[in-house]
């Protein structure tokens, strides 16, 4: 495919009548030119909906608006849109507004998990830090559907500086995941900013991004971006291709130039009903990410956000894909399946099952064929017995600034160090019961 279809130069030429390439490749340009209105997509590809079906389109982009930058637009197949993953993803669907009682604002109550505005801090030395609340495109599965359009939610540079000030005075945190809203919609200058403060905190190991311009936006990856990243490393970003249609030209000299500059590229999937459900679709998507130097990741199951019920799919559907990965293709090819926890949990792995049974002397296990095999145990193996003081194991590390974090979950169920023998909820009624005897 060339960098510049004839498909595209025609949308091109219909948004502005002096079409020429170098617009086209321009982010901003396309940013400026996003498809916001029913109106503009039915002239922009042909396709023409009913008054009435024109009707309910607009209530549903009313309550979820629409954004989709033209070259993503330029990637719909006019001619059988209806079962188009691009399209799926893109425009909007009247199902949207059929909200079910399962579905919630904030399904993973990252509003809830936020010391300050912007930031989640769900887990012990990682932190989600929201940037950006501009999207080139708005995904119709977003998870945070709730914040698209928000335009009094925009972080401002002092809301930012807030979010720092939080990393900076708590030095667990080791990981810090830039995310949004895109991050890379924000300017080279303005990103530069934020690299650098976080840069300048000690214990701010690695920055991540999570950043789906590859995808729709692939001119944001430029030069000049490559070299502001460049200077901040170890930078990592994480993006978001969700079917093999996604892997154009464009798409894919960005993802060249940002490996080339050093940076480890992974891959966010959601599964969709109607998109990519499919083991044959996954298994080829995660073949050419690999084959782009880009590692899948995770693959989500679908959120219980509003509006997306009909993109979800049974969980067996995950499993069934994973099954079909595992041992069929490249180990670092397969992503890892993960539930979001509704109530705000975290991510949960998913995994067919392969360890079938076990006794203390061998352990039974399937593998990919359906073969059953057995791993016998060893029989002179010595636990150590662990109290988190490495100074007196024969283990040779020495972390001396490394900071003791206690025990937690299940972690601290298994630990030698805490005589923790059981985690119970904390409304437990067999438990306050007993509370109340004590009395
Ligand atoms: C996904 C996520 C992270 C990062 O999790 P990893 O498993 O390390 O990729 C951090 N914070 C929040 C709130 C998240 O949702």
């Known amino acids: 495919m060339a960098i510049f279809t004839k498909n595209q130069q025609e949308i091109a030429t219909s948004i502005e009548s002096e079409s020429k390439l170098s617009h086209w490749l321009d982010w901003k340009w396309q940013v400026k030119h996003a498809i916001k209105s029913i109106e503009q997509f039915e002239l922009l590809t042909g396709i023409q909906f009913s008054d009435k079906e024109r009707k309910a389109l607009q209530k549903t982009i009313d309550h979820f608006p629409l954004s989709i930058t033209p070259y993503y637009l330029s ?39 936020s010391p300050v505005p912007g930031i ?26 709730r914040k698209v359009g928000d335009t009094d939610n925009i972080p401002s540079k002092s809301q930012i500086q807030l979010g720092l ?37 000690p214990h701010v190991q690695v920055i991540r991004i999570g950043t789906r311009t590859p995808v729709v936006l692939p001119y ?8 502001v990243l460049k200077k901040h490393h170890p930078i990592w970003i994480n993006t978001h291709f969700n079917h093999v249609k996604e892997l154009t030209d464009s798409s894919r000299k960005a993802l060249t130039m940002l490996a080339d500059a050093g940076i480890p590229l992974g891959n966010q999937s959601v599964l969709l009903a109607g998109v990519n459900d499919c083991p044959r679709i996954m298994k080829e998507l995660v073949q050419r990410l690999v084959k782009n130097r880009v590692r899948p990741y995770y693959m989500y199951q679908c959120d219980l956000s509003e509006g997306l019920s009909h993109f979800r799919t049974p969980v067996g559907k995950g499993i069934e894909i994973i099954e079909s990965l595992i041992g069929h293709t490249s180990g670092f090819a397969v992503p ?63 972390i001396k600034e490394g900071e003791e974090v206690n025990a937690i979950g299940i972690e601290k169920l298994l630990s030698d160090s805490n005589d923790t023998i059981s985690l119970i909820p904390s409304n437990n009624e067999r438990i306050q019961r007993r509370e109340h005897s004590n009395d």
């Open 75 to 113: 990637l719909i197949d006019k001619n059988n849109y209806q079962n188009d993953p691009i399209f799926k993803q893109a425009f909007a669907d009247i199902r949207e507004l059929h909200i079910s009682k399962d579905e919630m604002k904030d399904p993973l109550a990252e509003d809830h998990d």
């Open 120 to 145: 989640t801090h769900r887990y012990p030395d990682r932190v989600l830090f929201l940037i950006s609340n501009v999207c080139a495109m708005y995904c119709r599965h977003c998870t945070r559907k």
């Open 165 to 201: 000030d939080y990393i900076k005075k708590t030095p667990q945190i080791r990981d810090v995941l830039l995310s949004g809203g895109d991050p890379f919609l924000l300017s080279d200058s303005y990103l530069d900013w934020i690299l650098t403060e976080l840069r300048a905190i």
């Open 220 to 227: 944001r990856i430029t030069e000049n971006l490559i070299s």
């Open 336 to 398: 890892t399946y993960v539930i979001d926890a509704p109530g705000g949990g975290g991510k949960i792995p998913i995994m067919p099952n392969y360890l079938i049974s076990w006794n203390t002397n061998k352990v039974i296990l399937r593998n990919y064929e359906g073969v059953i095999t057995s791993y016998k145990e060893p029989s002179n193996y010595k636990d150590r017995e662990c109290d988190r003081n490495c100074k007196n194991c024969n283990l040779e590390l020495n």
